[in-house]
């Protein structure tokens, strides 16, 4: 994520060990590590709940990230973010990775809960987790995305409708 905020692809993706777009070093996803790395850095355990490249094929296609806001809150919540890279949308990817953070959810005895907030203006995302068992609960105020309808569903594994 380092490398990623210094704009050195070669370097991220020697370290991740996998080809990386120039997606990842957008002002829309630098924010991203910045943020994760501020969480990693004030608690080394949330790593292994952050986010992870959309990796599809034997050839490590990099097609987006996925991975949760941090790790389970004390009622056994976790909220999941992804992210498809604009030349890799409406192939199934989001989709792809929306089943893989609710299996690896599902996984966790201490996740009860799968939280997902969409702004009520990205129909892809609405579609994306229409069929998982999301239901609407409310809505917030995200000081990045404005407006969010918030959705949970139960940690189960669930195959899209």
């Known amino acids: 994520m380092s490398a990623l905020l210094d704009g050195d692809l070669s370097e991220a993706g020697r370290v ?3 080809s990386l777009s120039g997606y990842f070093v957008t002002d829309s996803a630098r924010w991203l590590w910045w ?3 501020d ?3 004030a608690d080394p355990e ?3 709940w952050m986010v992870r490249h959309a990796v599809v094929g034997d050839h490590g296609l990099v097609v987006g990230h996925a991975g949760f ?3 389970p809150d004390e009622e056994g919540m976790v909220e999941i973010g992804y992210s498809v890279a604009p030349e ?3 192939r199934g990817y989001a989709r792809s990775a929306l089943t893989e953070l609710l299996r690896r959810a599902a996984a966790e005895t201490a996740v009860t ?3 997902a907030a969409i702004s009520p203006d990205n129909v892809a995302s609405l ?3 229409s069929g998982f068992g999301f239901v609407e609960v409310g809505e917030q105020w995200d000081e990045e995305d404005g407006r969010e309808l918030l959705f949970e569903a139960p940690a189960r594994p669930v195959a899209p409708a």
């Open 113 to 115: 809960t799968v939280r």
């Open 46 to 48: 949330h790593a292994r």
């Open 69 to 71: 806001h941090g790790p």
């Open 127 to 129: 579609a994306t987790i």
């Open 39 to 41: 969480q990693m850095a």
């Open 16 to 18: 991740a060990g996998v």
């Open 35 to 37: 943020l994760r790395l």
């Open 88 to 90: 890799f949308r409406r």
